[in-house]
Every structure is written in C-alpha cells, then in structure tokens.
C-alpha cells in the first residue's frame, strides 16, 4: 500500500479522498489554483503546491506540473479523482514513465473508451448489445446520409468523442440530417478537437442504468451494483440511486455480466463505470464506458457497504479485489442529490457567489454529505458549480426518500444561487415517489417542478417582520448609548404618533412581487396584519439568524439573514424590505438592450444592425462551459446596436445588443 498520494483534483472529491487516505494512514499531497488558496481539500491534505492560475487549463489540467510536484513531495501515486486529467491518456501515460501510479485503467483502456466508435466495436466483439445504427470511421457526407436514412428515424447523431449529450442532435426526419450533423460537428469540435459522429435509432425516453464495476491486476472483475440515473437535465445529473427501481435479479444477472465483459473485454483495471440505456420493453443497451470514479459513486458505496476508493488505493498498488462477486451484498436504498451554485428558473444558468450563509443538515450514518465548500467559501466561475453531494440510505426506498425530504428540507444556502427548492421540489413529487422513472422525466414534470410563484405563508412575513423590528429596536438601543443626546424621542425607533397606535408598514418585495404589510403596537402586543385578519406577533432571537416567532397561537423556529431572507421548512424566501426611493425602472435600465446569460465566447452573430426581427429569432450564439445559448430577440423590433463579434468573450451581463422594440399598430 502506497505511503503518499497526490489529489491532482479539487472540491468534493478530492476532499473525498483525503478522506479515505487518512484513514489508511496514507500521507496525501494537495495542489491548487490561486482560486484555491484557502480551499477545504488543501486544508484537508498533509501538504499543498501551488500549481497555478485559477483558469484549469492553467493549473488542475497542467500535468506536467501536477506530475513535477508528485515527484517534489514523494508522491508515489496519483488520484486524478474526476473531470480534469481522470480520462487524459497522455497523462495517465506520462505518470506511467516517470514511475508513478496512476489511481485509474490502463492508458489503452482510457483511449479505447475515449472514442465512442472505438468503444462500441470492442463491446460487438465482446456480445455487449448495442442500440442499432452505424459508428464506423467512414465520415463522408455521403455514407453518413445513407446511414441515416438506413437507420430511420427518429435518429440521434452523437459526437464520437463525446460524452454527457454535449453533441448530441436528435433528428426526426431526413430533411434535418444536414444541419443537425453540422451542429453536432461544431459543438464536438469546440468540445472535444474531434468531429467524428455516430448515429442510433433513438429509443424513446429510456432509463440510465449504469454498473459499477472493478477490476484488479490479478484477472478479478466484479460488478457492485446498478445505479438509475435517469433523473437528469440536459445530461446533468441531478439525483441518483442504488439499487435501480424495479430491477429484477435476472435482468440484474445479465446487465452485470455484460458490464464484466466489457471490463475484460479491454483489459480494464480499477473503478469503472458501463453505462446502459433500458429501453421500456426491458431490453438494454451499451451507450458508454467512463474510465473515472464518477460523481455518484457514493450510492454504490451506501448500499454495498464498500470504500470504492479504499478499493481504488488497494487495486493500484497491486493488491486483489477486497471482495468476490459472492460476497457482495445489496443492502437497503440510497440516493445521491446534487446540490449546485446554479439558478433552475433561468434554465439552470449556473451561479457564481459567496456563500454568506450554509446550513447543511447533520451527519449521520444515514445522511452524508461530501462538500469541498463552507460557509464563506466562493463559488467561482472557474470550476464546476457543484456546491455539495447529499446522501442518504434507508432500509428501503421510501425510507430513503423521506430521508432525502427530511434532508433537503434542512439544507439552507443563501449569497449565491442554488438548486435546494427544486430538488426538494422533485424529490417530492408523487411520481418521483412511485419511481415512475426515465430519462425525460424533469421535462416531462417541468410545471409541477417550478410552481408559479406564490404569496408567501404568513409565517414568512411575520419571521421577517419580527427580525426587521427587533433590529431596528438593537439598532436605535445602540444608537441612543452612543448619541450626545440619549433622551432624545428621535432617537427612540418606537414608531409613537400622536394619539394614535404606533404602526409599522413594511413592503417586502419577493422577485417582481411587493407584498405590504402593516403590524401595530398596541398596549396587550404587537399585531401582524394578514391577509387571514390580524395577530399577535411575538418572538425573540434564539441566535445569530435563528428566531423563534409566535404568530396567533402557533410558535416555530425561523432562519433570517440580515438581508431578510427567510429560511423556513426547507425553502428560502428572499424577502427585501421595498425601498421605493431607489427604484431603478428595469426597463430603463436595460432598456432594449440583451445581455449576456452567463460568461462565455461569441460564436456567432446572426443579424446585423438594422435588421428588423421578430420574438424568438436568433441574434447570436454565445458557446459557455462548451453548451451553445442562442440569445433570442424578446420581442419584435429593429436591431440597432451590435457589441460583440464572433470570437468576443463576454461577461455574465455584458450587454450583447441593442434591440429597439416594434410597437404592434394598435
Ligand atoms: C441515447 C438516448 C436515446 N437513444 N441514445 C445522453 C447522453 C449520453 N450519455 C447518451 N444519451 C442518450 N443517448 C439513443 N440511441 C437518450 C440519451 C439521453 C439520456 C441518456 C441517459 C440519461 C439521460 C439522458 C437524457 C437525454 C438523452
């Protein structure tokens, strides 16, 4: 067993190895970005080395630095974790020469399973079923059109270097064939240096089925289990869970004898994950082989009751397989939810931020939580905007949903953007409960998953109201002491007019909503006016942001940050006291103009100044984290200012151009 490993990794993971390397009592070494200098995986290693700027080609894609620092600490092996270098053969391949373990497959194993043409000839060879369609080398226009149309429709053209649906065009009749295949061949030459594409008849909202598999260097394969991951979002994963739902023994049987084959079939070694399609009939298909420990691992880990990076440590450094096929047990249900720094209601843009508050829910044996992040920690537009993991086991799968409830519904994050409502929101849902699951399942739920917005509970108002008066009271207290003239009445914030009950009114504003509220002092109390009559309000502060308040007769605990957001039964409110002074009319603000959603390079520019346009053209495309968005025009109107040009990078907000709305005739 190794003495010192290196993370070449950051965030969750690497935090998550550490993990497991102390408990081994193996030394490790961490590497960061300037972005990173005070990051929880360096606090989490025994030694750090700096390898770079905060851009990741600049420092967690650098491999030659990152191997130069394996060499400096005495590092004997490294831990890609995932992303980054995880599935980088020239790098596996270079740590190989300079007599350091690469924690991970062989370099051919990476690169067979890197080209999606290779991989699925390999698994032919190997009995392994595939979804029918063409993946030869042979990418002339010609053949792929009559490929196409041998295939039928509807079809998905898939990047052959691809992976997670970047590249991926569905296409519904031959006529789309062209400039679909032109699209795949910019989005996978933009991601992937390499245009190559594969087509398949496409099977209708199927499930993600994916076999955990492990391999040792003396010739032993096992699979640990299936995980479903279906419940995915434009190839993001968003919750998973082990064992899959309605998975029968014998269809469990053979998906793992598949997977095992597709292992030996490539000489594979170590953690790897075979993922299949499951179509409605029962019948599944190889869709691709990832050659890294992935993200979701955990669930595989709860139900087995293994350390797959135990597993991981061992298998490197030569030894066998800690279990036999035999003596790996499925026990009880897990799920993993991905918490991310990103905004659901703007089409999951991703979010950038401090995070000013965090309240994850407590560790136990059946809730755990694997973060990189804490309270005061930024989430940068650097790297992956995943802010935590949130797993949890029951003995079986409803009780390891309302596990999942109870622990999303204490799970408060607020100063940066998150996906905490919606996945409580999806975790809630009937059908999610009667694992009703496929892979189209978030679009097909998409109004039940974001309600309109709604009037807060009075519980909101009165939490807010409470925490607005009582620090308005502390504060003017504080002021009084500190005033040349404590007595006086201005300085008292008691709201006294002349013969009258003093009155407060506040107007919050929630989104583009303003919600007035009144409350009064009066001798017995202070009275809340709700849209239900009024009540007594009272309450104290139980510490920094927690608040016990009584409304009417029902007291209860609320979370509410200085800026009065309100967190209350899992959800957060973010409540602003209206100032209607400082108002800034939206549209003068922005007026016409369109902005950037998210930071990104402009990769194309569809009009020019002068065009008249109608609602939904496309103006430009901005390419960001690889995804193509197509800024849309509003609205009908004349474009009179263009900002950017192809090959511009722009800023989240950066104002792209101008617009000059069309008035319909009345
Ligand atoms: C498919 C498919 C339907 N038919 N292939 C998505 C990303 C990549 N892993 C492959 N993917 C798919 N391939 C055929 N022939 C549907 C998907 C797919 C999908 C697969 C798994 C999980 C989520 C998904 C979401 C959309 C599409």
């Given at each position: ?14 935090c998550?190895?550490?993990r ?27 030694e750090?080395?700096?390898i ?8 967690y894609?650098?491999g ?29 391949e ?17 690169i ?24 030869g080398?042979?990418?002339s226009?010609?053949?792929l ?15 052959s ?5 970047k ?14 295949l032109?699209?795949a ?23 993600h089925?994916?076999?955990q ?15 479903d ?15 899959a ?8 049987q ?14 594979y070694?170590?953690a790897?994950t ?18 890294r ?23 490197a ?10 003596q790996l ?11 991310y ?22 560790e136990?044996?059946?809730?755990r ?72 399942f ?19 108002f ?8 009582v ?8 002021a ?29 504003q ?6 007035a ?28 942001y927690?608040w ?8 209860f605990?609320?979370?509410?940050l ?28 922005h ?35 690889k ?19 192809v090959g ?19």
């Amino acid at each position: 067993m190794f003495t010192k490993i290196l993370i070449a990794n950051r965030g969750e993971i690497a935090c998550r190895v550490a993990r497991t390397a102390r408990r081994l009592g193996i030394k490790t070494v961490a590497v960061y970005s300037t972005a990173d200098a005070q990051a929880q995986h360096v606090k989490a290693c025994d030694e750090a080395y700096w390898i770079g700027e905060a851009p990741a080609t600049d420092s967690y894609l650098r491999g030659e630095k990152i191997l130069e620092i394996a060499k400096l600490s005495g590092a004997e092996a490294i831990h890609p974790g995932y992303g980054f270098l995880s599935e980088n053969a020239g790098f596996a391949e270079s740590c190989q020469q300079a007599g350091i373990v690469f924690i991970g497959p062989p370099t051919q194993a990476i690169i067979a399973m890197g080209l999606k043409s290779e991989s699925k000839r390999l698994m032919t060879e190997a009995q392994v079923p595939l979804v029918p369609g063409y993946h030869g080398v042979d990418q002339s226009i010609e053949l792929l059109r009559e490929q196409s149309q041998a295939i039928g429709y509807p079809q998905l053209i898939k990047a052959s270097a691809g992976g997670g649906g970047k590249g991926m065009r569905v296409v519904k009749n031959f006529a789309e064939f062209d400039a679909a295949l032109a699209s795949a061949k910019r989005e996978a030459i933009s991601s992937f240096g390499n245009d190559s594409v594969l087509i398949e008849r496409y099977l209708q909202q199927p499930r993600h089925i994916e076999l955990q598999v492990f391999a040792d260097t003396l010739g032993n394969v096992v699979h640990v289990f299936e995980r479903d991951c279906s419940m995915q979002r434009r190839h993001q994963k968003v919750i998973e869970e082990a064992p899959a739902p309605g998975m029968t023994p014998e269809l469990r049987q053979a998906m793992g004898q598949a997977a095992i084959n597709a292992a030996k079939a490539i000489g594979y070694v170590g953690a790897g994950t075979v993922e299949f399609l499951l179509d409605q009939s029962g019948e599944f298909f190889f869709m691709e082989m990832n050659t890294r420990l992935q993200v979701e691992h955990p669930v595989s880990e709860m139900i087995s009751g293994q350390d797959l990076v135990e597993w991981q440590l061992r298998v490197a450094s030569g030894q066998a397989l800690p279990l036999t096929q035999e003596q790996l047990k499925i026990n009880g249900h897990a799920f993993e939810a991905r918490v991310y720094a990103e905004t659901p209601e703007r089409d999951f843009l991703p979010a950038t931020g401090t995070l000013t508050y965090l309240h994850a829910p407590t560790e136990t044996e059946h809730v755990r939580i694997d973060t990189g992040v804490r309270q005061g920690d930024e989430v940068s537009m650097f790297y992956d905007p995943m802010i935590a993991k949130l797993i949890v086991w029951g003995a079986d799968r409803n009780q390891a949903l309302k596990r999942l409830q109870a622990a999303l519904g204490d799970y408060y994050i607020s100063g940066v953007k998150t996906n905490l409502a919606f996945l409580a929101t999806l975790a809630s849902l009937p059908d999610f409960a009667a694992a009703k699951l496929d892979t189209g399942f978030i679009e097909q739920h998409l109004d039940e998953l974001f309600p309109k917005a709604s009037t807060p509970p009075n519980e909101i108002f009165a939490a807010a109201c409470l925490a607005a008066l009582v620090t308005r009271q502390e504060q003017a207290t504080q002021a009084q002491a500190q005033s040349s003239d404590p007595y006086s009445p201005w300085s008292v914030a008691d709201n006294w007019r002349m013969n009258l009950d003093g009155f407060d009114s506040f107007e919050f504003q929630l989104g583009e909503a303003l919600y007035a509220v009144q409350g009064s002092h009066r001798a017995d109390g202070y009275y809340l006016q709700t849209p239900q009559g009024e009540h007594l309000l009272m309450g104290e502060r139980l510490g920094e942001y927690e608040w016990l308040v009584t409304l009417g007769q029902k007291a209860f605990r609320a979370k509410v940050l200085d800026n009065l957001t309100v967190l209350w039964e899992g959800k957060t409110w973010e409540l602003r006291l209206h100032d209607p002074i400082h108002e800034v009319d939206e549209q003068s603000a922005h007026g016409g103009n369109l902005t950037a959603p998210m930071p990104g390079a402009v990769i194309a520019v569809q009009v020019k100044v002068g065009d008249q346009v109608q609602a939904g053209d496309a103006l430009m495309i901005v390419v960001a984290m690889k995804m193509e968005h197509t800024i849309t025009a509003p609205h009908a109107g004349e474009v009179k200012e263009i900002y950017f040009q192809v090959g511009d990078q722009v800023k989240d907000g950066d104002v792209l151009l101008s617009l000059e709305q069309s008035h319909e005739p009345t």
